[in-house]
Each structure stands twice: as structure tokens, then as C-alpha cells.
């Protein structure tokens, strides 16, 4: 059975890339049209084109993380093959208009586990793979709720287009394909190892990885990054003032935490549900 990490820009799915030898190395990007969020450095424009062999205007998540990418594949000496799904505007305009919420998590399997399915499908399909994930010691909870998703064989399903009908309408199918490992969790590797690791290397990491807006932030963290990450976050604020009006959170609108003024500065632990390469999944 093949081996993949699943890289999400954050240190621990890094660490499990760099201690657990892999077959490939996969990195699903996360896109945007906002040209105003396009990083200011075009080089990195060019470097994610390169990488994804299409035209690219911006991405929600902090830059830094195509920066992580270039380090690590310098640093490990193999490559970073990187996806794209649909676009986060196409995956809004495809749910109904809604922004992903608690409830209504559409975002990591439309934008991460689907473009890194079709990858797998093309590339080393139909032979299921191993999928290393970057889960901690103390997040075995998670790692159970994970496998109790998986089939009577151990495998993660996806729910994938196959083909078309005669009528043209999308055929579908359920398609096992990967089993979910967790070498950290196994290893009992918690964050002060990760940190302590990558201390050592020359490798950039963004202060937290994965979509600036992301709704698993609390909204006091969400305000902060409106300063770090203006038009990103202004990016967030502005789906919510479109023809739907769909918000993200019944009792407050990005725009709401954007006129909150601080009135200390914070700080928030860095390792969150999104380090571990399925962006919180």
C-alpha cells in the first residue's frame, strides 16, 4: 500500500513528513478571485502556478504557507504535489450560498479531502492508500472518530462523480480509498516534541495555518487577524453581504468583529484542529 502525507502548512503534519518517510507528499490549496488578496510578491503567484500547472489569483490562508511549502520541499528532498479543488466562490455558490460553519463543514471536503481524492484517482488509483495524519498525542479522541468513519475494511469512503449518465446528469459512487494513520498518536508525540523539533530547522511556518477566517476561531482571535490580514478577512466579511446574505454564525457577522476595538493585545495557541493536514476534519 502506497504512503501519503497529507501536508496542511502547519508544523505537526510537517513533523510527521519529515519523521515517517513517505511515498508523496500532497498539499491541497485553498483558492480565492479576490485579486486584491493576491500575494504582493509575484514570484510566489508564479511559484503556486508552477505547482498547480493553472492560473492563480489569491488564497485565504496566510501566504506564508506557500513559503512553508518551498522550505519543506528543500528541507525533506522530495516533492510537494499540490491540488486545487473549485474555488472557495464556486464552492459557496455550489452549497446554496452559504459560508461553512459548525454545522455545515462542507469546506475541508470540498477544498482538501475531494482535489486530493481526484489526485489519488489519477495518479495512483484504484489500490487504496495510507494517509498519514498529523494528529498528537492527546488528540486520540479525534483519531477514533476518524476511524469510526471508515468502512468494514478500514477505509475512508468519498462520494465522488464516475462518469455520466446517458442523460448527462453526474453518475456517482461511493469509492473507498484511503486508511487514515496517525504515526505521532501512535508514537504518544506531543506539541512540545514538534516544537522543539522544528526550532532546529530553517523552515518558515506561518503563525497559524489553513484560512484566516476560518469558523473554528473564536471571534476575539477573528479581530485580530482583521489587522494582520485585512483584505483577507475583509474577503470573509464581504460573502456575507451578497444577494443571500447567508452569515457564517446566527449572532455575529465578520463585519461586526471588524468594528470591535481591542482593547489588549492577545495571544492564542498556535497548534489548533487545523494542523493536522485534513484542515480540522
Known amino acids: 500500500m502506497k504512503t501519503i502525507c497529507s501536508l496542511s ?60 511549502m518551498m522550505d519543506l520541499e528543500q528541507e525533506l528532498g522530495q516533492k510537494v504535489n499540490w491540488v486545487k479543488g473549485l474555488s472557495f466562490e464556486e464552492v459557496i455558490e455550489k452549497k446554496g450560498g452559504y459560508l461553512p460553519n459548525r454545522t455545515q463543514r462542507f469546506c475541508t471536503v470540498e477544498m482538501k479531502l475531494r482535489p486530493m481524492h481526484r489526485w489519488w484517482r489519477n495518479n495512483l488509483g484504484p ?38 449518465h446517458n442523460s448527462g446528469r453526474n453518475k456517482w459512487a461511493e469509492i473507498p480509498w484511503q486508511k487514515p494513520s496517525f504515526p505521532m498518536v501512535d508514537d504518544r508525540i506531543g506539541r512540545d516534541v514538534v516544537v522543539e523539533y522544528w526550532k532546529k530547522k530553517s523552515v518558515r511556518f506561518a503563525e497559524r495555518n489553513n484560512c484566516v477566517g476560518c469558523f473554528h476561531r473564536n ?12 483584505e483577507k478577512m475583509n474577503w470573509f466579511a464581504e460573502q456575507e453581504t451578497g444577494a443571500r446574505k447567508a452569515r457564517w454564525m446566527k449572532e455575529i457577522r465578520y463585519h461586526d468583529i471588524a468594528k470591535h476595538k481591542l482593547q489588549t493585545e492577545l495571544s492564542f495557541e498556535d497548534f489548533s484542529d487545523c494542523d493536522s493536514g485534513h484542515c480540522g476534519i
Do not use: W
Not at 489569483?57 to 513559503?67: Q, S, V
Not at 494528529?135 to 465522488?160: P, Q, T, W, Y
Not at 471571534?219 to 485585512?230: A, G, S, W
Open 219 to 230: 471571534p476575539i482571535l477573528l479581530r485580530t487577524l482583521f489587522d494582520k490580514h485585512p
Open 127 to 164: 489500490d487504496p492508500i495510507e494517509m498519514r495524519i498529523g494528529f498528537r498525542k492527546g488528540e486520540e479522541e479525534r483519531a477514533r472518530r476518524m476511524h469510526e468513519r471508515c468502512n468494514s475494511d478500514g477505509l475512508i469512503v468519498m462520494h465522488d462523480v464516475i462518469g455520466k
Open 9 to 68: 502548512g502547519g508544523q505537526s503534519s510537517a513533523y510527521v513528513a519529515a519523521n515517517y518517510p513517505c511515498d508523496y507528499l500532497l498539499f491541497a490549496l485553498v483558492t480565492i478571485k479576490d485579486q486584491k488578496c493576491s500575494p504582493k510578491d509575484k514570484a510566489l503567484v508564479k511559484y503556486v502556478e508552477d505547482k498547480l500547472g493553472e492560473s492563480f489569483i489569491a488564497t485565504p490562508e496566510d501566504d506564508t504557507i506557500i513559503l512553508t
